[in-house]
């Protein structure tokens, strides 16, 4: 039996007919596997526990080197002189499902219920930072430590941070009921501290954007930018919407459950102003099934930013976002002195800790209590 080197590998001729084998004359189980094909193949030959003869490919000539595979051949003959069977582990492993077969099956199973935006960013934060962090690791074999370093490589980003961990962790609560690992390694992980967006138009503001608007009467996406204005509704379930949602007679918008993001009917009443803006939009697209249909016959519009940008400009406004329209409704509502629990109602908040972002703003009542306490003192000036 010859001693297996790179150059005693790379001098083998093939056998067109049959798979050639060789065995290592220093270390016994150590082989090579030449097929017809000419690839080169190291192995390790063995008895495991039960005396069976059981074989273990390590690696092909050309992506590891003979040194390299003389090395894995000892690792594995050391495991099994402890009782280890290197084969039936190579198989086991190869059963146990990869970080990559999770994520596919989270967006097969379960992102399927969620809205098209939250599934956009879940596959953006799959593809972008989990899958080249984990996705060629076994679940199981994923660790708190390891999820911990991820959270920290995005710290300067804490709220993508936390998304992508609480992304993680109802992955791996799927897969615990799946059977696919006991424990959720996410767990006990602290999050970021998250600083809430705080950006609104002030009256000035406010009505100096409504003016470029009305500079626009032709241009749907200025109908849009007013529509968000006065409804205080998402972008999303907007250039969802379709006429049939809308009762213009009683001024009252039914959005179905699955536009929404708690995935709750919602009924929202709709100012005059509202209903004139919808009346001119309808004039402007009276056959499209959609408000603010888009280029592409039988599809919504998109986003705008193109315009949203030039009308921000015109406007003199900077630093704001199509989404802070929303804030603006409701920052304006709750300083007007609406109470926080009709806006939550009016934005469709199921939970009231949403709307309370906005309770700074209804400081009149704190004010005046504030005030009527300072008035009882320093009335009147000491005798002395």
Known sequence: MPKITKRFVESIKPDTEKTLKFWDSKLKGFGLLVLPSGRRTYCVKYRNANRIQKHVKIGIHGQINTEKA???????????????????????????????????????????????????????????????????????????????????????????????????????????????????????????????????????????????????????????????????????????ATWDQFDLEKGVWTKPSHLTKQNKKEHLPLSGKALEVLEAMKALNPHSKYLFPGRVEGQHMKEPK???????????IEDFRIHDLRHTHASHLVSSGLSLSIVGKLLGHTQASTTQRYAHLADTPLREAADLFGSKVGGKKRVV
């Open 70 to 240: 003389r090395s894995l051949a000892k690792q594995h003959l050391g495991e099994i002189t402890t009782g280890e069977d290197p084969a039936a582990k190579k198989k086991e492993n190869k059963a146990r499902p990869l970080m990559r077969e999770l994520a596919q099956d989270y967006l097969n199973r379960h992102a399927t219920r969620k809205r098209e935006k939250s599934i956009k960013e879940d596959k953006r934060f799959l593809e972008r930072f989990i899958l080249p962090e984990f996705g060629n690791q076994h679940v199981k074999d994923i660790s708190r430590r390891a999820i911990e370093s991820l959270h920290l490589q995005l710290g300067k980003t804490p709220t993508q941070a936390n998304r992508v961990v609480a992304l993680l962790s109802k992955m791996f609560n799927l897969a615990i009921s799946w059977g696919w690992r006991e424990d959720n390694p996410t767990k006990g992980i602290a999050k970021y501290q998250e600083e809430k967006r705080d950006r609104w138009l002030s009256q000035e503001e406010l009505d100096r954007l409504w003016d470029v608007l009305d500079q626009h009467p032709t241009h749907i996406t200025a109908y849009f930018i007013k529509f968000l204005l006065l409804t205080g509704a998402r972008s999303g379930e907007t250039l969802s």
């Open 306 to 316: 193109r315009f949203w940008g030039r009308v921000l400009k015109e406007a003199g």
